[in-house]
C-alpha cells in the first residue's frame, strides 16, 4: 500500500475521532492530508469525509435543533463560503500553505480566549452576523471554523442537546454549500472522490475509538494535546511554505 493511503487513513481516523469524541483536532487534518496532497486540493479530497460524519452526526442528533440560532449565523456565512472560494482561486499552493498555517494558530489563540474570558458580545445579533461570515470563510479556506462556531453558540444559552443538535447541522450545512463552489475550482471532482474513499477504513476506526474513548478522557487534557499538536503542525506549515 502506498504512503497516499495510510496518510489519508491517519486522517480518517482524525476526522471520526474528532467528530464522535473532543473537538478540536479538525485543525490537525488538512497538514497531514497536505503531506501528500500539499495544496488547496487538500480541502477537496477531505470534504466528503466530512459530508459522512456530518450525516452520521446530524441523524444522531436531529431533535431539538435552535433553527433560530441558525438563522442568525447561516445567511453570511454563505456569504462566507463565495469570498473564501474567490480567495482559493486567487492564491497558489504557497500562500495556501502559509495562511492555513495564520488561521491554525488564529483558532488555537481563539480557544485559550474561550476557556479564561466570557464571550458576552456573541448576544449581540450584529456579531452573530460577524461570526457568521468569518465561519463561512474560515470554513471553506482551512476546515476550521470549528472554534468560531462554538464562540457564537456558548453564548446563546442552548441546553446540551440543543446545543449538539445545532452545532451539527450548522456544520452540515455549510459543507453542502462549500461543495458547488469546490467544484467549480476543480478541487473537488470523480476523481478526488474515489481517493477520499481511501479513508473510510480509518474513518470508521477513528469514530468507534472516539465513541468509547469519550467516556474515559479527561477533556480538559486532551484538548491541551491537540492545541500543542495543532501549533506543532502550524509551525511546519510556516517552516516549508
Same mark, same amino acid.
Given at each position: ?9 491517519? $486522517? ?20 497531514? =492530508? ?18 459522512? %460524519? ?14 433560530? =440560532?441558525?438563522? @442568525? ?12 472560494? @474567490?480567495?482559493?482561486? &486567487? ?17 488555537? !489563540? ?13 448576544? &449581540? ?14 470554513? %471553506?479556506? $482551512?476546515?476550521?471554523? +470549528? ?27 455549510? &459543507? ?13 471532482? =470523480?476523481? %478526488? %472522490?474515489?481517493?477520499?474513499?481511501? $479513508? ?6 477513528? $469514530?468507534?475509538? +472516539?465513541? @468509547?474513548?469519550?467516556?474515559?478522557? &479527561? ?15 502550524? !509551525? ?6
Amino acid at each position: 500500500m502506498d504512503t497516499t493511503f495510510w496518510v489519508l487513513s491517519v $486522517a480518517g481516523l482524525i476526522t471520526g475521532f474528532s467528530k464522535f469524541s473532543v473537538g478540536g483536532m479538525g485543525l490537525l487534518i488538512l497538514p497531514v =492530508v497536505m503531506m501528500v496532497f500539499p495544496g488547496p486540493e487538500a480541502l477537496g479530497i477531505m470534504i466528503p469525509l466530512y459530508i459522512i %460524519t456530518d450525516m452520521m452526526a446530524v441523524y444522531s442528533y436531529r431533535q431539538q435543533i435552535s433553527w433560530r =440560532v441558525l438563522a @442568525h449565523f447561516l445567511p453570511l456565512a454563505f456569504l462566507g463560503v463565495l469570498i473564501g472560494g @474567490h480567495f482559493l482561486a &486567487n492564491i497558489d499552493a504557497r500562500q495556501f500553505v502559509s495562511f492555513l498555517g495564520v488561521i491554525i494558530v488564529a483558532m488555537i !489563540a481563539l480557544g485559550l480566549y474561550l476557556d479564561f474570558r466570557p464571550a458576552t458580545f456573541m448576544r &449581540n445579533p450584529l456579531a452573530a452576523y460577524g461570526m457568521g461570515f468569518m465561519g463561512g470563510v474560515v470554513s %471553506t479556506i $482551512a476546515n476550521a471554523a +470549528g472554534p468560531l462556531f462554538s464562540l457564537f453558540l456558548l453564548e446563546q444559552k442552548l441546553g446540551k442537546e440543543s446545543y449538539v443538535s445545532t452545532r451539527a447541522w450548522g456544520f452540515f450545512i455549510i &459543507n453542502l454549500v462549500k461543495i458547488p463552489m469546490y467544484i467549480s475550482l476543480g478541487l473537488l471532482s =470523480v476523481k %478526488t %472522490t474515489e481517493t477520499s474513499l481511501q $479513508a473510510l477504513p480509518g474513518l470508521a476506526i477513528g $469514530a468507534f475509538i +472516539g465513541f @468509547h474513548f469519550l467516556k474515559k478522557v &479527561n477533556p480538559s487534557q486532551f484538548k491541551w494535546l491537540i492545541r500543542i499538536m495543532s501549533f506543532m503542525a502550524a !509551525a511546519k506549515l510556516f517552516l516549508f511554505s
